[in-house]
Nanobody, 127 residues
Framework: QVQLVESGGGLVEAGGSLRLSCVAR????????MAWFRQVSGKEREFVAA????????DYADFVKGRFTVSRDNAKNAVHLQMNSLKHEDTAVYYC????????????????????WGQGTQVTVSS
């Protein structure tokens, strides 16, 4: 059984930083795309960042460019999201996701392209 387990969420002041981590269990995803999405209650889940299998292709949503950095550690079957200069509007539940259909970090902003999802971790940024 595949599980994606996120950690690292919490409460932080505006301008602060958090580092999210996601570890995949049950199979290896070192050859596939991994990504982060986020969702605010009552709104659609939105793309945050994606990273290709070897870390060479990376894509970010415009609203996080220059502030968030996605990385992966294939040896640990993990993906990370370093979030700096956090804003109140970054408050959301953050989900990691992966797929068995794509290997690049490009062209994978759609949630439907992902096969496995974590349970989510809450990030709250106080203004």
């Amino acid at each position: 059984q595949v599980q994606l387990v996120e950690s690292g969420g919490g409460l932080v002041e505006a301008g602060g930083s958090l580092r999210l981590s996601c570890v995949a269990r049950g199979r290896t995803f070192s050859s596939y795309t991994m990504a982060w999405f986020r969702q605010v209650s009552g709104k659609e889940r939105e793309f945050v960042a994606a990273i290709g299998w070897n870390g060479m292709t990376i894509d970010y949503a415009d609203f996080v460019k220059g502030r968030f950095t996605v990385s992966r550690d294939n040896a640990k079957n993990a993906v990370h999201l370093q979030m700096n200069s956090l804003k109140h509007e970054d408050t959301a539940v953050y989900y990691c996701a992966t797929t068995l259909r794509y290997t690049s970090g490009y062209g994978v902003q759609q949630a439907g392209k992902y096969d496995y999802w974590g349970q989510g971790t809450q990030v709250t940024v106080s203004s």
